[in-house]
């Protein structure tokens, strides 16, 4: 590996990792879209920052530019208050609005501005090493690593900070209020942080691969893990995967990093959308059809008690009442059948069922355990049948 | 038709997921009452109702209207939704809500024409709206929505309405008009079932009352079972008809 | 050249009036699948859909090694629809939010077609030249059978709109009521989503992939503030949608290396701010006068 090409992953890395600490928030708070919108909305901010400074990683540039990310929000916010329309359609229609005035900025004054428009969308990571720190004649690396850099230790430091007010704050934000620390600074905290890791990433990664950044690798996580530190490690070391294997695809194909790295991460996160263990998509419908199953037992066991042998008819217990009654399918009759002689709920004698002891406590059981939400006494429950675990 | 039941609801269960919401409901109501449901917040009142109409799907069970499968008696039926189920800010006025009525009858492709646009007013004028029939629905009071979902409902020309809260929201004033439009429904031999919250105005207002709490505590003529036991039952709290506020 | 002899020009000038046409159509549509769309709270959905379409274009060009607007259109509705499906699945099979969702499949699919662009680039194919203008769009590059193409599969959006004309206002409206009527609901909404998408894939070679959205929210939105009637709004929106198209392109096509989606994005959303204040009733205008109007009824009516 050459050196610019250390440089290149080592940048891609950072990026990845100060995508992915906002990014988790921003998914959990729901306001993944509202990064989208930021992302795109900051191209003005950078252009016009870039008339001034002259120089794309300068930090007056990247207060500017996430100046006008943040204004991004209030305006969706202001929108918003007038009920005009809806929020997703001010979101819609807000920047859209900035983008188009970036991108015609960057297209009138194309000779001026060393960007064009397709690496607005997804960076020149590949150009990042030739801009080299220079400090006193001397090529200290890339600037990009130096600003993300920068990005990522003040991200890590407010994370350290104030990482109490964003989890409370985040999943619990009557509790956050009443604890007096406002939501509002806190949302506008991650706002900010959000837009300044944009613009920091813009230059590398672009306006759209900086959202999949920070979306997609704390998505991808949500379905693994349901801790937010583990989300947090997890998401950014999804983030550094598809980095170095999204560099060296790209490598290989000759084809845009920032896209390859997209596009990895969408295969990442097929792959865990797919089998993650229990949140995967797999395991859900698998657990569903078990959960069905379960289900349909106990609404027949619990008809059985109703009916049982005192009381009623004995044609309530025919084997062949149940697809009529219960408007079952005879293949679901008999699997419902099968699971519940299984477990020795019921007896079959010469076509009639009948409630096993077993059947008759377990019924009162599960009927107390829905009722009341006395959770604690029948704990056992949740070890015997799925039906009582939550997803 | 005079023997059969306008409601046949058997061993009805229904879940969200893993969660149990209605759990081996049973019921026969016969036609021309009017009847009540009632039972506290996330009872299921609202689920019983949407099950009914095939609008969520239940794990077991079966329902007849008028002795046929939903799907056949459709015609026979009529629902007035929860008001707070839609967006009253959609672009349309009061006459074009209460035009949805007739849409069902219409089927397909066909638009409302004179003799729909005539049903609809009628409508409206039963319900006392006749002069809001131009207004922006964005621009009505709680109790005027209410009245229009009625008017639409009205307009199917059903045996059977199902309601869902039609009192929620509404004034004195009009909780009297739509009372005594639901009694003339009655009179009419027509079945009503509404959820109702007001537990003092059950005696007044209905014949029946089904008490739903997820399992059914008790259903059958007010005069019969509607009593501080079923409503302890249902409610979980010790219950007294005569301290309950209004 | 003055704007009057500019105007001329493009109206008889044989490439132009192609353009505008193009565009003239593409704002009908857009606009009235967009009023559609807002009304459903699905803007952001649109902005998924536009993105989403890319790699189905690319993937068409690998497939044939040359521009077909046809089969492009085509390439995109597919991949457009997958993307919709994927968001559907994540949304009902997963505890991830629906914003998220969108968000997921908007960036990984375009980081897709930016891969597969990238690498069409590559090529010894001379004929994959200004496949990138599907980016922001190149209204100069519509030619008269895209135009016709376009009419068509818009004519037969807009006949469709017409035909279940009070379905889909049910639909939007209340959905389990039209149920409940003995609608079916499921193929109402696959309709008027997959009319969703054709629209926002005829507009993509002319306002590109990822502006496009903007063209299906701004003219509907713009148009609910001067009515309050659905019918009213889609041929207000339509209107709007055709306006901006015009000025956008008008401008675009007249100003040296000017992509059109911005310029005809900026156009719409220039009408949909114009709306927000001056629009009757609605509009923040109208309704700072009726304060100011209270306030002095207030002062001079004594207590
Ligand atoms: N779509 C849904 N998904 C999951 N759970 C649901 C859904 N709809 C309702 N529930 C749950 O089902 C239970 C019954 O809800 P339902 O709306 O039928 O109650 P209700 O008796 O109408 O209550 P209310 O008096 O508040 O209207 C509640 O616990 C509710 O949380
Ligand atoms: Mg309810």
New binding site residues.
């Given amino acids: 590996m050459s050196i610019p090409q250390i440089e290149i992953q080592f940048i891609a890395i950072i990026v990845a990792v100060a995508c992915a600490i906002p990014g988790a928030f921003l998914v959990l708070r729901r306001m993944a879209m509202i990064s989208d919108a930021i992302s795109h909305a900051i191209l003005p901010g950078i252009v016009i920052g870039f008339f001034i400074t002259q120089d794309v990683s300068s930090p007056f540039l990247v207060l500017m530019a996430a100046a006008t990310g943040v204004l991004t929000v209030v305006l969706v916010e202001i929108i918003n208050r007038t009920r005009l329309v809806k929020e997703d359609a001010a979101i819609g229609l807000v920047f859209p609005a900035l983008f188009s005035i970036g991108v015609i900025l960057i297209t009138r004054f194309a000779g001026d501005v060393h960007i064009d428009t397709h690496a607005v969308l997804v960076g020149e990571l590949a150009f990042a090493p030739f801009n080299q720190l220079i400090i006193n004649g001397n090529p200290m690396g890339p600037k990009s690593l130096w600003v993300m850099g920068g990005i990522l230790v003040l991200s890590l430091v407010l994370l350290g900070v104030f990482y109490k007010e964003l989890k409370i704050s985040t999943f619990d934000p009557q509790l956050a209020a009443s604890l007096g620390f406002t939501p509002v600074v806190i949302h506008y905290g991650l706002m900010t942080m959000t837009s300044i890791t944009a613009v920091g990433a813009f230059d590398a990664v672009g306006a759209i691969l900086v959202v999949a950044l920070m979306i997609v690798p704390p998505a991808a996580a949500y379905l693994m893990t349901q801790s937010l530190n583990r989300m947090l490690v997890l998401s950014s070391v999804i983030g550094i995967a598809a980095a170095i294997a999204g560099y060296w695809i790209a490598h290989f194909l000759n084809v845009s990093i920032g896209g390859s790295m997209a596009a990895i991460l969408g295969f990442i996160f097929l792959l865990i959308y797919f089998f993650a263990p229990k949140r995967g998509v797999i395991s859900v419908l698998m657990r569903r059809k078990q959960q069905k199953l379960e289900f349909s037992m106990l609404t027949f066991l619990l008809h059985l008690r109703n009916h049982s042998i005192e009381n009623s008819n004995p044609e309530e217990r025919e084997v062949s009442h149940l697809t009529d009654h219960f408007q079952w399918t005879s293949k679901r009759a008999k699997e419902v059948l099968e699971f519940a002689e299984n477990n020795n709920m019921i007896r079959i004698d010469d076509g009639m069922v009948e409630l096993t002891d077993k059947g008759y406590s377990f019924t009162d059981e599960a009927m107390q355990y829905i009722l009341t939400d006395k959770k604690n006494e029948l704990e056992s429950m949740k070890g015997r049948f799925l039906l009582f675990r939550a997803e | 038709m005079a023997n059969l039941y306008a409601l046949e609801v058997n061993d009805l269960t229904v879940a969200?997921?893993y969660?149990p919401?209605l759990w081996d409901i049973d019921m026969k109501i016969p036609q021309g009452i009017l009847m009540g449901i009632v039972?506290p917040?996330?009872?299921?009142?609202?689920?019983l109702i949407k099950a009914i109409l095939g609008l969520v799907q239940p794990v077991a069970g079966s329902v007849r209207i008028f002795g046929k499968p939903y799907k056949k008696a459709r015609s026979k039926v009529a629902y007035v939704p929860q008001k707070g189920s839609v967006d009253w800010d959609f672009p349309t006025n009061v006459l074009d809500v209460v035009l949805m009525g007739t849409y069902g009858k219409l089927g397909w492709i066909k638009r409302p024409g004179k003799e729909e646009k005539k049903q609809a007013l009628e409508a409206l004028e039963k319900v006392g709206m006749l002069e809001f029939r131009h207004r922006q629905i964005s621009e009505l009071s709680g109790g005027q929505q209410q009245r229009v979902f009625l008017a639409r409902a009205l307009l199917e020309n059903a045996e059977i309405y199902f309601m869902d809260?039609p009192f929620q929201g509404v004034d004195a004033i009009t909780e009297k008009a739509i009372i005594k439009l639901l009694k003339e429904l009655g009179s009419q031999g027509k079945t009503v079932i509404a959820?109702h919250h007001d537990l003092q105005s059950v005696p007044e207002y209905f014949d029946w009352v089904t008490f739903l709490n997820v399992k059914k505590v008790a259903a059958g003529p007010v005069k019969d079972i509607f009593n501080d036991d079923n409503l302890t039952k249902t409610y979980g709290i010790n219950f007294q008809l005569s301290e309950t506020p209004s | 050249m003055g704007w009057i002899e500019f105007i001329q020009e493009l109206f008889t000038d044989y490439t132009s009036r192609t353009v505008i046409l193009g565009t003239i159509v593409l704002g009908v549509v857009s606009g009235t699948l967009g009023t559609f769309a807002v009304l459903r709270k699905q803007s952001l959905l649109g902005d998924a859909i536009s993105h989403a379409s890319l790699p189905g274009i690319a993937i068409v060009f690998l497939l044939i090694g040359y521009k077909d607007p046809l089969l492009f259109l085509l390439g995109a509705i597919a991949s457009g629809v997958i993307g919709t499906l994927w968001i559907r699945g994540i949304q009902q099979n997963t505890a991830i939010k629906s914003d998220t969702a969108l968000g997921i499949i908007l960036t990984v699919f375009f980081g897709l077609g930016i891969v597969l662009l990238t690498y069409i680039q590559r090529l010894p194919n001379a004929n994959q030249a200004g496949l990138d203008s599907y980016l922001f769009g190149q209204a100069a590059t519509l030619m008269m059978k895209d135009v016709i193409i376009m009419s068509v599969l818009g004519g037969i959006s807009l006949l469709i709109v017409l035909l279940f004309w009070k379905e889909h206002k049910l639909l939007i409206f209340d959905a389990e009521y039209a149920q409940t009527l003995g609608f079916n609901t499921r193929f109402l909404d696959i309709l008027m989503t997959s009319l969703i998408v054709v629209a926002i894939v005829l507009g993509l070679q002319t306002v590109g992939v990822v502006l496009m959205s903007a063209m299906i929210i701004a003219p509907a939105a713009a148009a609910r503030q001067w009515t309050n009637r659905l019918s009213v709004m889609i041929i207000i929106a339509a209107l709007f949608g055709a306006v901006s198209g015009i000025a956008g392109t008008a401008i675009s096509t007249s100003t040296k290396n000017m992509a059109t989606g911005p310029v005809i994005v900026l156009a719409a959303v220039f009408i949909v701010a114009l709306s927000f204040v001056f629009a009757p009733n609605r509009g923040l205008l109208f309704r700072y006068i009726n304060t100011l109007k209270k306030r002095k009824n207030h002062e001079h009516t004594p207590n």
């Fill in positions: 969200y997921r969660k919401v039972g917040n996330g009872a299921g009142k609202t689920t809260e959820v």
